[in-house]
């Protein structure tokens, strides 16, 4: 993952936490008395080493408040004084932890037990059950964490991950999600974070002694863009690149219940930024990729660039029908059975003032909106599905069902332009799944259309910023 934050701040006090676990050769240095459960030679003699972190942070106040993590149990042990606390209840979980454990090593005792004479049958039955204790376990203790969240939200991972989501081992457990969530908990803003491992090279070798790394993609992925309540691609002083889910909007509506949106977050996040960072927008139910500026300059540049049409977008989306291409769609490629699969539309269209924010086809008064688009293999699909974070079951469905996958890449950038060019009968056609403007959405579903490209020159150095939120 990219760091959340600027780094700078939090590179000085974390070269200062190396100095002094190399000098007292122990994480337990704030207490008069030794614990040798707590000693550094564990980091160099054991398996690997181990993560640390620190947050700069700032309270109500504006003084600086320097925070410190290690990930995970340091030797078996949650909570060390001087370092944050663990995001879960450290009693309920050994109390959890050791039903599910006796019951796990009982089952694991009988089936490595020559003596009994067991079956295969017997053998595979016995597995499975503790396959299932195995799993039961883990989604209970994953049932034990909670975050708190910059955005003043309080969250578990059942809040956070689709019904069928398999957690990986640890998750929770990382540095930068319990540095965030205690300065969230506690009404700190953090200003500088940075993490860095210390000990033995890891078995991969994809860790080194005392060299700095970014939050992990394998963990922190599913938790922290919750905790800051936004998905952070890219951050720089200028421009911030995120992948704003779907429900959200891009710029504050009216009225209190319209405040929230990814503008009002990022400000809540970085209250140095301009009043207005946000260069373009994507519709509330429309997840995907947003660039947005820090400082007026940069905001002028970017501007210029959407308004001159030389920044690159493009979509996925997936239909509620094969498409039919109507008059004002020009098919452009065929597959071998003579059905398209590429076109160009081309239809003039305006806001419906009567009721908005609804879009209509309108020859006189209409703007002409163009969009290029192509039908997607199965092969793109499948890692087109992925970017709507949806429910392992319901891309399955979606994939057998075979829905029609598209890519839209627009010219212009008028309002509900692809949603309108999907549905219309001078368009495709069909409309895009969930869109409740102009198709159908059923409970629960949301708009199955993503924002998963764009490219621009950067508004600084002029090179060229490509960015792809599948990736």
Sequence with gaps: MFPPFPQEKAYEYCYQLMEQLDTHKRIDFESPVKNPALTTDLLFSGKTGQMFGICVCKDGDGNEVVLKAFSGQYNSIWNVAGWVPPLLDEAEFYKQSAESDRLIHELTDTIEDKNRGLSESELKSLKKKRRELSAESMKNIFGLYEFHCLTGEVKHFSDITTDDTLLPTGCGECCAPKLLAYAAKNGLKPVSLAEFYYGKENNSGSKKHKQFYPPCDEKCFFILPHILGLEILYRDEAIIVINKPSGLLSIPGRGEEKLDSATTRLKNLFPECIEQPSVHR?????????????????????SLQFMN?????????????????GDGCKVTETNGGGKPIAGRIELPFRLDVEHRPYQIYDEVNGKIGITNWRILSLEDAKKAV???RLAKTYERDLLKKHKTFVEFVPETGRTHQLRLHASHEKGLGSPIIGDNLYGTQKEGERLLLHAHYLCFAHPVTGEKMEFYSES
Excluded: I, Q
């Design 282 to 302: 994507l519709d509330m139910d429309t997840s995907g990729l947003l660039v947005m500026a820090f400082n007026a300059d940069a905001h002028r540049n970017l």
């Design 309 to 325: 049409g030389t920044v690159e977008k493009r979509y996925y989306a997936v239909l509620e029908k094969p498409v039919c291409p």
């Design 386 to 388: 992925k970017c709507y």
